[in-house]
Structures are given as C-alpha cells and as structure tokens.
Antibody
C-alpha cells in the first residue's frame, strides 16, 4: 500500500529551527514531484514548497521563501523540509504530498497525502 | 497570482439530496482544477482532477464540471459520511506552486 509518513514536528520558540521528514513507500518516489502543504489551526490549506522529481528544481511560497528549504533523497525515498527562523504564523500541521503521475493526467494535483506532522511555534 | 473563491462557505443538506459546490478562479485556469475532501482530523483526499476526472476509488456520486474560471463539484444522493470540508486547487506547469480555495464546509 502506498504511503507517506511525516515526522519531525514539535514545539519550538520563535526564531528556532526544525526539520521535517517524509518517508515514502510502495511507489517509485523518483518519478514524482513532491510538495509540502500546511494547515494552520482551524484554517484552510496553504501550499508551502515543491521539489521536482530529480531534486534539481525547488519553488516556495512567498511566506516561507528564504527561511525554508525543501530537499529530497531519491535513494532513500525521503522528502525533507528544513525550517529556519520560525515564526508564530508557521504554526500548522504540515502535510507531505505527491504529485499525480504524468501519464495519468493528474500530475497537476496531489493524489497521495501523509497524515501530517504538527509544528507549534510558541514563546 | 490566481485566486480561487469557493461558495458557499457552509452548506447544510439532508441525506439523499444533491450538493453543488462552486469554485471560481480569478483568471482562466483551463481545466487545471482539482477537488479534495477533508474530514475532521484527517488529511485531504483527492476526489477530482482535471476538472472532471474522478480519482481512483472515488464513487460515481462525485462529479466535477466546468472550465476556464467557473467550476462545480456535485455530490448526488448525499450520505452522512460526506460531511467534510471540500477544497478546490489549481496548479500549472510553471510556476509549479499550488493555490487552494478557502473551502466549503458540507454538513449532512
């Protein structure tokens, strides 16, 4: 069964750092672009960052640009999000999500989501 | 930047009725629109991609339509289990970032 499992969330103070990880299984990880999407408490979904299937291209939401870094290790089927200079407004559940396959026509959508990992930034 | 506006914010219906949810884009997104269902305490689940294509395992009660700037998600013959928040989403090849609508809460 295909799976995405996030880890690394926790409680940190403003200005501190945190690194999230996402372990993928049961699909060819290196064939898919991967994204992080977050959801603040009681709010909607907010896209955060994407890394291309090869890892060579990254793109970020303006709200995290310069503070967050997305990366992947295709040999280990893992996705990471390094979060520096955390702010109160970064408090959210962070989801790892997979682009649909290009052949299926669903590559512009997200066909698999992890269960999420909670990040709380609090003083 | 494309903005997706969903309406209504909340929709209350009874089992067996039909729900029609709307998503309007600030400019044309062609058919590059997806719909997700998020139940309380769970991750989102892909329902519809490419505006009208059901994702794997999604019942035929769920259907999507529209193109350009106006899209709808229709759920026929509602069940209690359909209670959730529904989001629309757009993404292009470049820039590769995604945009989500604000969501519609469906209460059955």
């Amino acid at each position: 069964q295909v799976h995405l499992v996030e880890s690394g969330g926790g409680v940190v103070q403003p200005g501190q750092s945190l690194r999230l990880s996402c372990a993928a299984s049961a699909f060819t990880f290196s064939n898919h672009g991967m994204h992080w999407v977050r959801q603040a408490p009681g709010k909607g979904l907010e896209w955060v960052a994407v890394v291309s299937s090869s890892g060579r291209v990254q793109y970020y939401a303006d709200s995290v640009k310069g503070r967050f870094t997305i990366s992947r290790d295709n040999s280990r089927s893992t996705l990471s999000l390094q979060m520096n200079s955390l702010r109160l407004e970064d408090t959210a559940v962070y989801y790892c999500t997979k682009e649909g396959g290009a052949g299926s026509g669903s590559y512009l959508s997200f066909d698999l989501w992890g269960q999420g990992t909670r990040v709380t930034v609090s003083s | 930047e494309i903005v997706l506006t969903q309406s209504p914010t909340t929709l209350s219906l009874s089992p067996g009725e039909r729900a029609t949810l709307s998503c309007r884009a600030s400019q044309s997104v062609s058919s590059h629109l997806a719909w997700y269902q998020q139940k309380s305490g769970q991750a989102p689940r892909l329902l519809i991609y490419g505006a009208s294509n059901r994702a794997t395992g999604i019942p035929a009660r769920f259907s999507g339509g529209g193109s350009g700037t106006d899209f709808t998600l229709t759920i026929s013959s509602l069940e209690f289990d359909d209670s959730a928040v529904y989001y629309c989403q757009h993404r292009d090849d470049w820039p590769p970032g995604a945009t989500f609508g604000g969501g519609t809460k469906l209460e059955i």
